[in-house]
Every structure is written in C-alpha cells, then in structure tokens.
C-alpha cells in the first residue's frame, strides 16, 4: 500500500514537471486588435497589449509549443493600417483616427478664427512699423 502511494505519488510530482504552465488571454484572441487583452501565464507571467508607436500594436495572445495546451505566450506586431487607412493605435489597440473637419475650427464658441485674426494684425502692425520706422520726415534748417 505504501508501496503504490509513494508511485503515486512520484508519477503525479513528474506529471507536475512536465505540465508547463497555462495560457489564458483576455481578449480571446491573438487576432482582437481592436481590444485590449493580457495574456497570462499560470506562473505569474503577465503580458498587456500596448502601442509600439501611433501606428503599431504589440499583441500578445497564447500559443502551444507542441503539447496541445496553449502553454506559451506569443508576440505579433500588428501595423494598425492593415485594419484600415485610417487606424492608429492608441491605447493598446487599433482604433480609427479622429480627423476633424475644418469646420469644427471655426464653430460656434471657438478660439480659433480669433486667435489667427489677433496673429495676423501683430503681424500687420509689425510689418506696418518696421516699413515706416525710418522715413520720418527731416527736419530742415531755414537758413
């Protein structure tokens, strides 16, 4: 009886070495570039999706090494453009662009158009100055 305990216990102890450890992700996926997931280890491993640059993302997701069990984390280096032309990544995830019209700079409340009207009489104001700076008139001696 021991005897079989102590097998037992041996092949579960071997079973435990060669059980890597598990992969969970998140987002379900390593093809969910328009959400944001970690990828996580049974051991405490941790990877989160992030912005390589405004164009890239770095997803992280599961994969086997080979035993069937997803055991190992991979890395993919999306350009977000492959989702569209207008993609950026921001946030750990691919998301369109904001482009705002130019009708948005000059709507009802805006600074803008006062901002530029202010820029361009310094502008006037200096040019005026600096034109007429030296022709004053001279002043002439009756003689």
């Given at each position: 009886?021991k ?16 059980v ?37 993302l ?30 950026i ?55």
């Open positions: 009886m005897k079989s305990i102590v097998i037992l216990l041996g092949l579960l102890l071997l079973g435990v070495g060669l890597s450890a598990v992969c969970t992700d998140s987002d379900g996926s390593n093809t969910a570039y328009t959400v944001k997931g970690t990828a996580s280890l049974s051991n405490g491993s941790m990877l989160t999706d992030s912005c390589q640059s405004s164009t890239n770095l997803e992280y997701g599961c994969r086997s090494t080979g035993s069937g069990i997803n055991n190992d984390i991979s890395t993919i280096n999306v350009a977000c453009s492959t989702l569209g032309s207008n993609y990544c921001a946030s750990g995830v691919c998301k369109p662009g904001v482009k705002r019209p130019a009708s948005e700079y000059f709507s009802e409340g805006s600074t803008l158009p006062w901002i530029l009207a202010g820029v361009g009489v310094l502008l006037l104001v200096g040019v005026a100055y600096w034109h007429f700076k030296g022709t004053k008139p001279s002043k002439r001696r009756n003689r």
